[in-house]
């Protein structure tokens, strides 16, 4: 890293990217760090590698170009392939960019915008072969242009199972069912937020309507409580729901399929933040946990800020706002003031960032998990994939005083896998939280240390730090 960086961006998403470009246009010098070989994070990943013009016309699509054109023109420093996996307080961060291994870097403001993972929900049979996350699937279609199988089953509850929907059928796949855990009429409040999300409700309408030509529609109420097959994904096992969330019995339906997609939302990635000491909140409506921020986006800690979905899962849109925020909230703090029309351009994103929480409410009421979704798991149900722990061995663990996350995983190894608990974590939380028949606890994250990341043992060697 050059001397004189002075900001250090972790995550080079749509929030990222916002808060650099600000960064870069009043001279401050920067470094955007991202684990990924192509900038642009989850929405924008795609386009880097295949050229602007792939990008959707709406407006996080219209902003991605321009941010796209602002890496282009190299006002902004970029370290690519480079995993942020430790914090040395007060201001050094342990980054992996292979070759050369782990080596430190300073700065004098942080911005944590490490984007959001896929949540699951457990049920027997989830970690068959031929059973993949809805992000996995969109991965494929639009990294590689492959689609995950000829024809497939679509899951989970949000807006996600849907929007894949329509990218399988967009590219002559077959959808044999999309299969929705909430009700057909708790996406009718997206048209209360009218007409600020127009864009997402003709998004929507979009996919809709392709899965309605293709002579099928999303069956709600719907919940896939088994995958069932010899070695790979054979059949799908689904049954309605009441609306308390409880299996309504007798309404079991199998389908044949080899491929099932599944999509229950997401989880913010605050595992960063943690590590630098950043308070946390709990907020279902925001997603789970998330990091707690003043209006213009400073943690708890001095100088490190959080934007986009580490600060509440709400899309493109709010990233874009908050890391702009950020970033003219750092160019406050690090020249001592706003220039001209400055102090009006950050009430201005405030206020819309306002706008996009009621559309992060409503996209996290979609996902909530009730408690009812964890009483018809069986006690063999796999909870951590990597461990594999069941269900049973938490039960175990928690009749043997053990209720807290921290207790259970000790205990019974869940999280300790290779995924370091991304996957189980927030499951276990969850479990612990709502399960009828556990005494209800506190959530709690699971803890971190570094390597944050998994990072190879010769890069651990070389370490320059
Ligand atoms: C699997 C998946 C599929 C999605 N599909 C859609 C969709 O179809 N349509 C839609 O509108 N929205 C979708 N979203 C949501 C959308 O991607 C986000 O709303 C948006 O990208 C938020 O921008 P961001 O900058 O906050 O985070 P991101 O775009 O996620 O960017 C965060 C970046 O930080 C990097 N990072 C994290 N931790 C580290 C670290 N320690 N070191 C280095 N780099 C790090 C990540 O790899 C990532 O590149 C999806 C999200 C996910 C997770």
Known sequence: MSTETRVIIVGAGPAGLAAAEVLAEKGIKTLLLDENRQPGGQLLRFAAAAGTKSLSRNRVGQKGRSLMACLQSSKIDILTSAQVIGFQAPDRLWVDAGPGGVRELRFEALVLATGARERFLPFPGWTLPGVISSGGAQLLIKGSGVLPAAEMVIGGCGVLPLALAGEVLKN????QAVLDESAWADSLGLLRLLPRQLPRVLQGGLSLGRLLLAGRRVRHRTRIVQARGDKRLEEVVTAGIDARGRVIPGTEREIETRSLALGYGFVPNIELAQEVGCDLLFAPDKGGWVVRVDECLQSSQ????????????????????EGAIAGLSIVSRLKGRLESKDPRRLAFLQGRRQQELDFESFLNRLTRVTASGYCSLSPETIVCRCEQVRLAEIKEAVGRGLTTVPGVKKATRCGMG???????GPILTDILRLHPDL???DPS?????????????????????
């Open 445 to 465: 994250p699971f803890s971190v240390r570094p390597p944050l990341k998994p990072v190879s043992v010769g890069d651990l060697a070389e370490a320059n730090v």
């Open 418 to 424: 290779i995924c370091q608990g991304r996957t189980c």
């Open 302 to 321: 001095d100088l490190v800020f959080a934007a986009g979905e580490p600060t509440g899962l709400a899309g493109g849109r709010k990233a874009v706002l």
């Open 439 to 441: 005494p209800a606890a």
């Open 172 to 175: 002559k796949g077959r959808v």
